[in-house]
């Protein structure tokens, strides 16, 4: 049987007891009589319901048939609607799983764009601070442009009031231009006339000067004048000779002298003769253990360094020192004669004894290197020439020392044949030999001259 048939029989028996229930609840509560005539027609209810049943059964049947036509069409419809659906369905899902792989990337790039939000925030606090530094010192620029702004204005003001100063100055300029132009050439022919008067002046004071030392070198210095200088001048030598005898016996000498300090435009020297040092001249010489010397004037002092035996006669010494030391000495340095026999006469000072007196001197052919004295007159003192005199010449130059108390050693230079370095220790230089030696060449002088 189909079901669609099932379902409408049932319908039918069900509708048929929910009828039959109903009128058996009308019967209840009736009299008997109204129950005996129900159930009469109830009796004779089946014959007539079979033939409805089979009609309404009929009917129900075509009724099925429709509904299952119309079923069939409403199954097609739903099949295909379930059809397109499912199409739907289909494409809805792809385009779900789409949209969930869009998520999936849209969610990656949530991620990313989070964390390059977390970035760009803490950079942008970052840039804040530094932007709020900034501004400050942009605020500070700003204010510092503002002064320089101010500063440029006055600036430029000033620029305009130089400028205009400037025009006014060019225009004075212009004008003083052409008096200078017009001056130099004044000034220039000054000059030249200037340059020719000074010409003339200074040949003038040439001449005059020449003519000045003519006179004074023809005339020469007083002997006062001399011995003036040389008191204000004299250095004094002090020599310590150090050496012990036998026994231990100390045989040390010490000696002062006065001199004076000379050049010959080289180099300058203290001069003396020997007999104002400690040193002796012998055969067998005397072996000093040390010497030691200074030179003073006022109250300066300079060591002496070393000693050295003129040349020509040892007996003569001289002691060399710089310039820097005669400068701290402070005196004045006396240059030789250029031209000692140009005067007959000079002037003997006695280093020792304090006397000066003028001398007369001539040329001997046998001691060519010495001048003898023939005549004197002494000035201050008492006049007694004798070895280790200074000599001057009439123009206040040194001419030479004396030998003895007749020969003056003329000084031209001053070369030496020996000498001496000054120490603590000289036994290296073993001076009783050089002594010796110095002794031998002056006993071969002439006679006179010893």
Same mark, same amino acid.
């Not at 792989?101 to 840039?127: C, G, H, P, R, T």
């Given at each position: 049987?189909?079901?669609?048939?099932?379902?409408?029989?049932?319908?039918?028996?069900?509708?048929?007891?929910?009828?039959?229930?109903?009128?058996?609840?009308?019967?209840?509560?009736?009299?008997?009589?109204?129950?005996?005539?129900?159930?009469?027609?109830?009796?004779?209810?089946?014959?007539? $319901? /079979?033939?409805?049943?089979?009609? =309404?059964?009929?009917?129900?049947?075509?009724?099925? !048939?429709?509904?299952?036509?119309?079923?069939?069409?409403?199954?097609?419809?739903?099949? &295909? +609607?379930?059809?397109?659906?499912? =199409?739907?369905?289909?494409?809805?899902?792809?385009?779900?799983?789409?949209?969930?792989?869009?998520?999936?990337?849209?969610?990656? !790039?949530?991620?990313?764009?989070?964390?390059?939000?977390?970035?760009?925030?803490?950079?942008? %606090?970052?840039?804040?601070?530094?932007?709020?530094?900034?501004?400050? @010192?942009?605020?500070?620029?700003?204010? &510092?442009?503002?002064?320089?702004?101010?500063?440029?204005?006055?600036?430029?003001?000033?620029?305009?009031?130089?400028?205009?100063?400037? %025009?006014?100055?060019?225009?004075?300029?212009?004008?003083?231009?052409?008096?200078?132009?017009?001056?130099?050439?004044?000034?220039?022919?000054?000059?030249?006339?200037?340059?020719?008067?000074?010409?003339?002046?200074?040949?003038?004071?040439?001449?005059?000067?020449?003519?000045?030392?003519?006179?004074?070198?023809?005339?020469?210095?007083?002997?006062?004048?001399?011995?003036?200088?040389?008191? @204000?001048?004299?250095?004094?030598?002090?020599?310590?000779?150090?050496?012990? *005898?036998?026994? /231990?016996?100390?045989?040390?000498? $010490?000696?002062?002298?006065?001199?004076?300090?000379?050049?010959?435009?080289?180099?300058?020297?203290?001069?003396?003769?020997?007999?104002?040092?400690?040193? +002796?001249?012998?055969?067998? *010489? +005397?072996?000093?253990?040390?010497?030691?010397?200074?030179?003073?004037?006022?109250?300066?002092?300079?060591?002496?360094?070393?000693?050295?035996?003129?040349?020509?006669?040892?007996? #003569?010494?001289?002691?060399?020192?710089?310039?820097? &030391?005669?400068?701290?000495?402070?005196?004045?340095?006396?240059?030789?004669?250029?031209?000692?026999? @140009?005067?007959?006469?000079?002037?003997?000072?006695?280093?020792?004894?304090?006397?000066?007196?003028?001398?007369?001197?001539?040329?001997?052919?046998? +001691?060519?290197?010495?001048?003898?004295?023939?005549?004197?007159?002494?000035?201050?003192?008492?006049?007694?020439?004798?070895?280790?005199?200074? =000599?001057?010449?009439? =123009?206040?130059?040194?001419?030479? #020392?004396?030998?003895?108390?007749?020969?003056?050693?003329?000084?031209?230079?001053?070369?030496?044949?020996?000498?001496? %370095?000054?120490?603590?220790?000289?036994?290296?230089?073993?001076?009783?030999?050089?002594?010796?030696?110095?002794?031998?060449?002056?006993?071969?002088?002439?006679?006179?001259?010893?």
């Amino acid at each position: 049987m189909n079901r669609s048939i099932l379902i409408v029989i049932c319908d039918f028996l069900l509708l048929s007891l929910l009828t039959f229930s109903a009128d058996l609840s009308k019967m209840i509560g009736q009299d008997e009589g109204v129950v005996t005539v129900k159930a009469d027609v109830l009796s004779k209810a089946p014959d007539n $319901n /079979g033939t409805e049943l089979a009609a =309404v059964m009929k009917q129900a049947l075509a009724e099925e !048939q429709n509904n299952r036509e119309q079923l069939q069409l409403e199954l097609t419809r739903a099949r &295909e +609607t379930a059809r397109l659906q499912q =199409v739907q369905f289909d494409q809805q899902l792809s385009q779900y799983r789409q949209l969930q792989q869009k998520q999936a990337e849209l969610e990656k !790039q949530y991620a990313a764009a989070a964390a390059n939000i977390q970035a760009l925030s803490q950079q942008l %606090q970052s840039d804040s601070t530094e932007n709020s530094q900034t501004r400050e @010192k942009l605020a500070a620029r700003e204010t &510092e442009l503002q002064k320089q702004k101010g500063l440029a204005t006055t600036l430029q003001q000033q620029i305009e009031l130089l400028n205009n100063r400037l %025009q006014s100055a060019d225009a004075e300029k212009r004008l003083v231009s052409s008096q200078v132009a017009m001056m130099q050439q004044q000034v220039a022919a000054e000059q030249a006339q200037n340059a020719r008067l000074a010409e003339s002046y200074r040949l003038l004071v040439t001449n005059s000067s020449a003519l000045t030392r003519e006179i004074r070198d023809g005339r020469g210095l007083t002997p006062n004048t001399i011995f003036d200088d040389f008191s @204000k001048n004299r250095v004094q030598t002090t020599i310590n000779a150090v050496r012990t *005898g036998m026994f /231990g016996v100390d045989m040390s000498r $010490n000696k002062t002298g006065e001199t004076v300090l000379v050049t010959d435009g080289a180099n300058i020297y203290a001069l003396c003769h020997l007999q104002d040092t400690p040193l +002796t001249l012998g055969q067998s *010489g +005397t072996d000093w253990q040390g010497i030691t010397g200074v030179l003073s004037h006022n109250r300066s002092q300079v060591p002496i360094h070393s000693l050295s035996f003129h040349i020509q006669d040892p007996r #003569v010494v001289f002691m060399p020192i710089t310039k820097a &030391e005669a400068t701290e000495l402070g005196c004045k340095i006396f240059p030789v004669s250029t031209d000692p026999y @140009k005067f007959q006469d000079a002037v003997l000072v006695g280093a020792q004894q304090g006397y000066y007196g003028q001398c007369t001197f001539q040329i001997d052919l046998t +001691t060519p290197e010495y001048v003898k004295l023939i005549s004197n007159k002494a000035l201050y003192g008492k006049f007694n020439p004798t070895r280790g005199d200074l =000599v001057f010449s009439r =123009v206040g130059e040194l001419m030479g #020392v004396m030998a003895n108390d007749t020969y003056c050693l003329v000084l031209h230079e001053f070369a030496e044949s020996e000498s001496l %370095q000054f120490g603590p220790d000289l036994r290296n230089q073993h001076t009783s030999t050089i002594l010796a030696e110095l002794y031998s060449y002056a006993d071969q002088l002439p006679p006179k001259l010893h």
